[in-house]
């Protein structure tokens, strides 16, 4: 039933019915109009912030993988970090304290890398941006720390050649291939005074004699290059005289026949010529003699190959026995 409204009309004395006027009616309309759109705002604003868009949900998501992505990239970092510490550690506890090098400055390894802020554009992004920023300093650093550290790697590198270098330059293994002390020598006369064979007076014996068979191979103690050979039957008789650098030469006396040549250049173990009697000498056995900036020293401390420290004390011993040489 439709919805009427009555006023009483005081000139009919009558309720009669009541009719809009043009006014009320465009009053009316305005109003709920005006309410429409007001419900129609509130709802859209409820809507906004409560129930994202599909393009927000989209946004949404990205952000939240963003964070996981940081979230990774920083443990991945922490991992790395302790690496690349770990590794500095060892360099300098151990790489360097071998080389004799000196430690990386603790000032150089732990300091920043300085300048313009060159990620502060990304602090306008808020919480993601300030992560986003953390991180790429700290990668920054890191990056710094490996250049630093693949540096020192490079020169502990030509540290370790040099010395790789020397090590196997120094004499030290047995002039003979097989040692008198494992096979058959009944005979060893080393560094120092002794009683020389022929002349039966004490003189000064600068090498050890090594009793071997004749033929006995006789090798190069160390990387060096041959710088005299002699072949006349003097005292030493036939006899190599090696040059080592770093202030070392090593002699080796009495030998049968010699097989390189003047000029070569040897490494250790390499075959040079095989044991005999020439020169002045009273049986088969090769001397050996070590020099240091000119000075004969004792062989026998540059005899360390292939032998326990049991046999090592033996040979020491039987070299300093106060007994008659050889030659």
């Known amino acids: 039933m439709k919805h009427l409204k009555y006023v009483y009309n005081e000139h009919t004395l009558k309720y009669e019915e009541h009719k809009l006027t043009r006014k009320e009616k ?18 859209f604003i409820a809507a906004y912030q409560y129930f994202p868009t599909p393009k927000e949900r989209v946004m949404q998501k990205d952000k939240e993988q963003l964070e996981f992505y940081l979230s990774t990239l920083n443990d991945e970092y922490e991992i790395l970090s302790k690496k690349i510490e770990d590794l500095h550690v060892k360099d300098g506890e151990i790489n360097r304290m071998i080389l004799g090098a000196k430690p990386i400055d603790d000032g150089i390894w732990n300091g920043g890398t300085g300048g313009h802020d060159k990620y502060a554009f990304l602090e306008n992004f808020k919480e993601t941006g300030i992560m986003l920023k953390a991180n790429l300093v700290r990668v920054d650093l890191l990056k710094m720390k490996v250049d630093i550290q693949r540096k020192s790697l490079d020169s502990l ?16 293994i047995k002039p003979v291939k097989e040692t008198a002390l494992k096979k058959d020598v009944k005979f060893l006369s080393g560094f120092g005074t002794r009683i020389h064979p022929i002349h039966k007076m004490r003189r000064f014996h600068k090498g050890i004699d090594f009793t071997a068979p004749q033929g006995t191979d006789i090798q190069a103690t160390g990387d060096g290059r041959i710088v005299s050979i002699n072949k006349t039957g003097s005292g030493y008789g036939k006899h190599v005289l090696i040059d080592h650098g770093y202030g070392y030469k090593t002699l080796y006396a009495h030998m049968h026949a010699i097989t390189a040549k003047e000029g070569d250049i040897v490494k250790k173990g390499h075959k040079i010529g095989i044991v005999g009697s020439t020169g002045s000498s009273t049986g088969a056995h090769l001397h050996y003699e070590v020099w240091l900036n000119g000075v004969a020293i004792n062989p026998i401390d540059y005899c360390l190959d292939g032998l326990t420290a049991k046999e090592y004390q033996d040979l020491v011993k039987r070299a300093s026995t106060d007994n008659q040489s050889l030659d």
């Open 26 to 43: 465009l009053r009316k309309s305005l109003y709920f109009m005006s309410a429409v759109v007001v419900t129609a705002v509130l709802m």
């Open 157 to 172: 590198y030509k540290v370790a050649v040099i010395k790789e270098k020397k090590l196997a330059s120094i004499p030290s």
